[in-house]
């Protein structure tokens, strides 16, 4: 029998990603032996925290860890469920959990994944340096910025490297313990378990869920300026010699500034605007893609449907007909 840890941090917990996945390998264990592929439970399953004190989620339920990382042996594989609020102070509070999933990834030999928010916890244990890495897109820009060795994958809900596991954000972990369950128990179990839980199986990126808000936690206020300026006119075909003429600064200098602010070269973050506002027209009214493709300032059909399917995962045509109730309903 293997051992399966389902970390429970310190600090404000998403309860879904603890519960969830808990319940689906439940579920694998169960499925597993009906179909006599084991005799017994593949995983015995302990939630694993700091102490064994209830700890709170969303000021409504508690959630009792069956273990303390003094009681747990050994562990074949670590899940980290998702935290939220506050990651700085998360991350201080957690700092005996991130030092003992370091040390069972190497005295175990354990396979460790991380689920939405939980990949700044897996991030500060340093086995995700020269990595690949996904996580929620809200914390995207800040993730980069923190963790510079490690290779984020923004458009992915899975990301594999060499036993190190982390999930897209928020219901996406739903996929990665799916995910899990294929690796472990095989390709029968988990698409049991994705239709009894009627899971989407085999989703891989999180593209169409990504909200645009542009990248402005930074304090290089006249590349603050330009973003407002670039939203503001992004039917206009705004070159960067326009931009950085505009704003007093030399193109080569306003490169930099802009990709080292916002993490996006000025071209991608144009791109990015235009995908933005093209999407809320498909979801809110009855343009046709011609027409919302003019009204962003594309003429090229061939330009848009690419560079849209590039930021969505989708084409245009698709996204009109998941995301527009007047056509999902026609």
């Not at 313990?177 to 899971?199: D, F, P, Q």
């Not at 006119?233 to 990709?259: G, H, M, P, Q, Y």
């Not at 698709?318 to 109730?325: A, L, Q, S, V």
């Amino acid at each position: 029998m293997k051992h399966l840890s389902i970390i429970i941090p310190e600090g404000t917990l998403i309860l879904d990603t603890i519960v969830g996945t808990l319940n689906l390998f439940k579920m694998a264990n169960s499925y597993s032996k009906r179909i006599g592929k084991n005799q017994e439970d593949f995983f015995k399953i302990d939630l694993v925290g700091l102490t064994k004190e209830p700890i709170s989620c969303h000021e409504f339920f508690q959630i009792k860890p069956t273990k303390t990382i003094e009681e747990v042996e050994s562990t074949n594989l670590i899940i980290i469920s998702s935290i939220t609020g506050n990651i700085e102070d998360a991350l201080v509070k957690n700092e005996p959990l991130i030092n003992w999933i370091k040390m069972r990834r190497i005295k175990d030999d354990a396979d460790v994944a991380s689920l939405c928010r939980s990949a700044f916890i897996l991030a500060e244990t340093g086995l995700l340096n020269g990595k690949t890495c996904a996580t929620h897109w809200v914390v995207h820009q800040k993730f980069e910025e923190k963790y510079p060795k490690i290779h984020l994958l923004p458009d992915k809900i899975i990301s594999e490297d060499n036993g190190i596991y982390s999930s897209g954000g928020a219901y996406s972990f739903l996929n990665m313990i799916v995910y899990l369950i294929e690796k472990y128990y095989g390709r029968e179990t988990a698409i049991w378990c994705s239709k009894m839980a009627e899971i989407d199986f085999d989703r891989i990126n999180q593209n169409q869920f990504v909200i645009f808000k542009g990248q402005k936690e930074h304090s290089d206020e006249i590349i603050k300026a330009v973003q407002i300026y670039m939203e503001e006119n992004f039917e206009e075909k705004l070159s960067v010699k326009d931009l950085a003429k505009k704003f007093a600064i030399s193109s080569r200098t306003f490169i930099r500034r802009f990709k080292k602010a916002t993490l996006n070269t000025p071209l991608e973050y144009m791109q990015r605007v235009k995908v933005e506002v093209a999407k809320k027209s498909f979801e809110s009214s009855t343009l046709n893609i011609n027409q919302v493709m003019y009204n962003v300032g594309y003429n090229d059909q061939k330009a848009f449907r690419k560079t849209f399917k590039k930021y969505t995962g989708l084409s245009p045509l698709e996204y009109r007909t998941k995301y527009n109730r007047e056509m999902a309903l026609s």
